[in-house]
Structures are given as C-alpha cells and as structure tokens.
C-alpha cells in the first residue's frame, strides 16, 4: 500500500544546516519530491529525485535516497529565515494515473 | 503563462448547497488532478483526467464530481455540501511523459468552510 511518513515539526537555527526525513512504503515508486508550501499559499516544487538515484544536489539542497530502506531526506544548507515553512515529501507510483501520495508535512522553523 | 488558476479563492457554502470550484491550466498538459488538504494533513487525491473526457476516482471521490471536455479546463463539483468538506482544494497538472520527473504544478488552492 501507499503510505508516506513524516516528522512533525523542526526547529533550527539561522545559518544551520536542517534535514527533513521522510519514509515510504511502496517500493514501485518513480520518482520522490519535495514540496514546500508558505502559509497560504500553494505547493511549490523544491527538487525530485528518480528512483535509481542515491543522491541529487541543487543549490543549497541535497536530496538522499536509501532504497533499502525506503527513506529520503532533504538538507538545506545554511537555512534562512525565508526557509521557515511546511515541507511535503511525495511518491509517484508506476500507475497510469500517476498521482501523488503525499506525508502529512514537516513544519519547519527557522530562529534567528 | 499563466499556470495553473483556480477560483474563487475562498468560499463559505452553507449544508446541501451546491458549487463548482474552477481549474484551468494553458500548459497543453493532458493530466489534471484534484487533491484536497485537510488541516494538518498532507493532500489526498479526490479525482483526475488523464485527457478531455477521461476521468476517473481517486482515494476520496465521496461527494464530488468532475468533468473534462477541454484540456485546460477541469471542474469540481459538490453536488450537496458537508462540514467535512471544509478543506483547501488544490489542482494540479502535469505533461504526459517524464519532463522533469513528472513534475505536478499546482494551482494557489482554494478554501472551503461549509457551515
């Protein structure tokens, strides 16, 4: 079955790295993303990764995949206070529909 | 381009009324989605269209109904409004191959509360 994993809440200081973790169950998926979503407002992607993939970096983020054991982490480096926000991991699975499943998102908070 | 536009951007339905949250995207994506997020929750899918006048089910279709006769366009519908349908919807799209890891691109959502 479809079932994504998150931690709640995060706190970090400004100019700290943070790392998001996120499990998943279902071992067919395609590709993982990460999502971030401000207060009131829509999703927008931060980054994917393919499922063959270990690891992908863009920026101030990295993305690590374990598919042993099916968890990915995002760090961001260096997080700002503009980084404050939830984040969402989500899977593709090879359907036809390709929807996604999402976690409940990790609400992350930057102090200065 | 204008992306993925949703409306209104909020609305406040009282029990066993009816609307028709509006979703339109000018990226000639074939696949649209309606997701729903209840507070504290990550999105579920309610139903999408892999193409104009093919849609179907998603994990929680109970109360709504779509259609798809234009690509750009995607309606949800609420046939008799419930408190628990109080959600922020969200609609997305995608292209149909692999462009950039099937990225969903989604609109700015639209707040429901159904008293």
């Known amino acids: 079955g479809e079932d994504v994993e998150q931690s709640l809440f995060l706190s970090v200081r400004e100019g700290d790295s943070s790392v998001i973790n996120c499990t998943y169950t279902?071992?067919?998926?395609?590709?993982l993303y990460w999502y971030k979503q401000e207060p009131g407002a829509g999703l927008q992607l931060l980054t994917y990764i393919f499922s063959n993939m270990d690891m992908k970096q863009d920026q101030r983020l990295t993305v690590l995949l374990n598919k042993k054991d099916k968890h990915l982490s995002l760090r961001i480096a260096d997080t700002q206070t503009g980084d404050s926000a939830i984040y969402f991991c989500?899977?593709?699975?090879?359907?036809?529909?390709?929807?996604?499943?999402f976690g409940s998102g990790t609400r992350l908070q930057v102090q200065p | 381009n204008a992306g993925v536009t949703q409306t209104p951007k909020f609305r406040i339905l009282k029990i066993g009324q009816s609307m028709t949250l509006q979703c339109a995207q000018d990226m000639n994506h074939n696949y649209m989605y309606w997701y729903r997020q209840d507070p504290g929750m990550g999105l579920k899918l309610i139903y999408y269209?892999?193409?104009?006048?093919?849609?179907d089910k998603g994990e929680v279709p109970n109360g709504y109904n779509v259609s798809r006769s234009t690509t750009e366009d995607f309606p949800l519908r609420l046939e008799l409004a419930a408190p628990s349908q109080t959600s922020v919807y969200f609609c997305?799209?995608?292209?149909?191959?692999?462009?950039?890891?099937?990225?969903?691109?989604f609109g700015p959502g639209t707040r429901l509360l159904v008293l």
């Open positions: 269209s892999v193409g104009a006048g093919i849609t």
């Open positions: 997305a799209s995608r292209h149909r191959g692999t462009t950039r890891g099937e990225t969903q691109y």
């Open positions: 989500a899977e593709s699975i090879n359907t036809g529909r390709r929807a996604l499943t």
């Open positions: 279902d071992s067919s998926s395609t590709y």
